[in-house]
């Protein structure tokens, strides 16, 4: 399984940018996908995941501004992020596994960061 992500940039603080990430190769086999972030001197965070069938979660600290969706047909999973904050800088990483599993996940596939950066 190969991800794709795309979309990452500059963007100042109270803006939005949607981060995009496509899968290939076994995709039979992806049932959760998501994102993680990972900020300067910082350990990878857990952002956001969502099932096949659509069931999501959300770290506390982007609930209410960042929203997953998924393109089930497309391979591809989204990343809608509204009222972008400084501290929302960080690589983001595409995540996919076999598993449905959106709380305490260790995905079995990572793709590439894309690097998001909130100007103040």
């Known amino acids: 399984v190969q991800l794709q992500a795309s979309g990452g940039g500059l963007v100042q603080a109270g803006g939005s940018l949607r981060l995009s990430c496509a899968a290939s190769?076994?995709?039979?086999?992806?049932?959760?996908m998501g994102w993680f972030r990972q900020a300067p001197g910082k350990e990878r965070e857990f952002v956001a995941a969502?099932?096949?069938?659509?069931?999501?979660n959300y770290a506390d600290s982007v609930k209410g501004r960042f929203t997953v969706s998924r393109d089930n047909a497309k391979n591809t999973v989204y990343l809608q992020m509204n009222s972008l904050k400084p501290e929302d800088t960080a690589v983001y990483f595409c995540?996919?596994?076999?598993?449905?599993?959106?709380?305490?996940?260790?995905?079995?596939?990572w793709g590439q960061g894309t690097l998001v950066t909130v100007s103040s």
């Open positions: 995540a996919g596994d076999r598993v449905y599993r959106i709380y305490n996940w260790d995905p079995d596939y």
């Open positions: 190769g076994s995709i039979f086999s992806i049932n959760t």
């Open positions: 969502i099932t096949s069938g659509g069931r999501t």
